[in-house]
């Protein structure tokens, strides 16, 4: 039997550590083997406050702030893509889904973990990645399950989270509870200083990001019954 794997398909250094990064390295230290893939180098972002570096070097350095972060999540090395941040919309689907596909039958992969069709945040990058691994899912049926990061509307009206697309409570699949490895995925996060000044969220008292942050929610896409999620199984112990 192959080693359960699982392939996290973002658009941008950080996604993969601020909503799902606990949620992988507990994975990871269950024995799956979790592939992150970043389709942009994520140059259109921050530079710091004050800035870290210059608008030139941004790109290298948010590499090298996601290898970072793999590192103290305890995941493989990423995948890098060579898209336009801002522009992943712009690019040949097909393509990037061919990308997708690829990256599947080198890993393994029968979990896909992306964003949903609003893109948790509404971002177009976000929203074109989650769309191209939707239709990567549909192609690979190899894969047993697709699943989503998602906030769910009771925490995120809780918290007063307006820019969040947040969805119904009943729509949540998985909510992982994820303060057994919050020093794990707070380093993570902390490794993409540039960005840090620009999340509202990491500028708040502690037991505020402890609720957002301290457990991580999915919702289920889609599944190919009797196909081999394992991914409730992986994570018992840890389901709220």
Same mark, same amino acid.
Request: glycine share 8%; charged share 20%; proline share 6%.
């Given at each position: ?102 990256? %599947? &039958? ?8 992306? $964003?949903? #069709? =609003?893109? +948790?945040? /509404? ?95 999915? %919702? &289920? ?8 999620? $394992?991914? #409730? =199984?992986? +994570?018992? /112990?840890?389901?709220?």
């Amino acid at each position: 039997m192959n080693q359960q794997a699982l392939l996290a398909l973002f658009a941008h250094p950080d996604d993969e550590a601020f909503r799902c990064g606990g949620t992988l390295t507990l994975l990871a230290e269950r024995g799956v083997r979790v592939q992150v893939l970043t389709a942009t180098r994520g140059e259109a972002g921050s530079c710091g406050d004050p800035p870290l570096c210059t608008p030139e070097e941004l790109p290298a350095r948010r590499e090298s702030e996601l290898r970072c972060a793999c590192v103290a999540l305890g995941l493989e090395p990423p995948r890098l893509l060579d898209y336009a941040d801002g522009h992943l919309a712009d690019a040949d689907a097909e393509v990037l889904i061919a990308q997708i596909l690829g990256a %599947v &039958r080198t890993s393994d992969a029968q979990v896909l973990l992306s $964003f949903g #069709p =609003d893109g +948790l945040s /509404g971002h177009p990058d976000h929203i074109t990645i989650g769309r191209c691994a939707a239709e990567a899912y549909r192609r690979a049926e190899s894969v047993a399950a697709l699943y989503n990061v998602a906030v769910p509307a009771s925490l995120a009206e809780a918290l007063g989270m307006q820019q969040v697309r947040a969805v119904p409570d009943a729509e949540i699949a998985l909510a992982v509870d994820v303060s057994a490895v919050w020093e794990a995925k707070l380093a993570a996060i902390r490794f993409h200083a540039t960005q840090l000044s620009a999340s509202p969220m990491m500028q708040a008292p502690v037991e505020r990001q402890r609720r957002f942050f301290g457990t991580e929610h999915f %919702v &289920r896409a889609a599944a190919r019954p009797l196909a081999g999620d $394992f991914l #409730p =199984d992986a +994570l018992r /112990g840890y389901l709220l």
